[in-house]
């Protein structure tokens, strides 16, 4: 789904928590232009102890897949990198 700005995005990670649903975003990975992705877990209201054993799990599984665990981050491509506002598919503000 496109979004229309960073702002815009972040509000599909924040909102659950807004209703007092915790949640956490885990790596899983990077798309074919070599951006890191996640997938957000999001619990019942007071169970943040079930969501850390949930997302460990996933970690834990994930792990073993090059493509999907958790990626390190390469500093030096990232500051070599144009501004965010060139990648393609980028929305602007």
Do not use: C
Request: no cysteine; charged share 15%.
């Amino acid at each position: 789904m496109a979004t229309k700005s960073y702002y815009h995005w972040l509000a599909l990670a924040y909102a659950s928590t807004l209703a007092g649903h915790p949640s956490i975003t885990i790596p899983v990975g990077r798309d074919v232009n070599g951006l890191p992705f996640g997938l957000q877990i999001i619990g019942r209201r007071n169970d943040d102890q079930g969501v850390l054993s949930v997302a460990r799990e996933f970690e834990a599984m994930l792990a073993v897949d090059d493509m999907l665990s958790a990626p390190v981050v390469d500093l030096k491509h990232l500051q070599a990198a144009p501004p965010l506002h060139q990648a393609e598919g980028y929305m602007g503000f």
